[in-house]
């Protein structure tokens, strides 16, 4: 700021405030900029909480949302990829299962879902494996209620 800002500032500040009304006469002396400033001392605190208020569960449905999203998409996978292991001629239904069960792997996910059952089926009228996992996934992964689903993969057997 130029010093001809400063002067027009400090020549403001000597005037005696006045407010004028629309008829053109003098009105009420306004409150200071000092005193308007205190009475709005620790709003920023309160606008941050009411904020945060509807901000952190939002943000936290999504992280939810997204958690429960990848985590049925895993099982899915993993049910899909034992269905197919199955249904190969020469291969047995134990191979299924263990093909789901390794495709999990990790302890993260195994303690979201019960082991993988595998069942006969039938797909338009071709023999089939059916694997299904039953998933619980806790809220944030942490604990408390869960998401319960069921996820499954299909394929067709080979015949030899």
């Given amino acids: 700021m130029g010093r001809r800002h400063l002067d027009v500032r400090q020549a403001a500040a000597q005037r005696p405030a006045q407010r004028r009304l629309r008829s053109g006469r003098p009105g009420p002396v306004v409150a200071s900029t000092v005193s308007t400033r205190r009475a709005e001392a620790g ?16 943000f936290l449905g999504i ?3 997204a958690l429960v999203l990848h985590i049925r998409n895993t099982f899915a996978s993993a049910a899909a990829e034992g269905a197919r292991a ?10 299924g299962i263990d093909t789901a069960a390794s495709h999990l ?14 069942r006969p089926t039938d797909l338009g009228g071709a023999p089939a494996y059916e694997v299904t996992i039953e998933v619980e996934v806790p809220a944030l992964g942490l604990g408390g209620p869960a998401v319960g689903f069921t996820v499954s993969g299909n394929a067709v057997r080979e015949l030899p």
């Fill in 43 to 58: 709003s920023a605190v309160v606008d941050f909480v009411l904020v945060l208020a509807v901000l952190l569960p939002l």
């Fill in 86 to 95: 199955a249904a190969v001629a020469g291969a047995t239904p134990q191979d």
């Fill in 63 to 65: 992280l939810q949302l």
């Fill in 105 to 118: 792997g990790s302890e993260f996910f195994a303690e979201f879902a019960k082991p993988p059952v595998i």
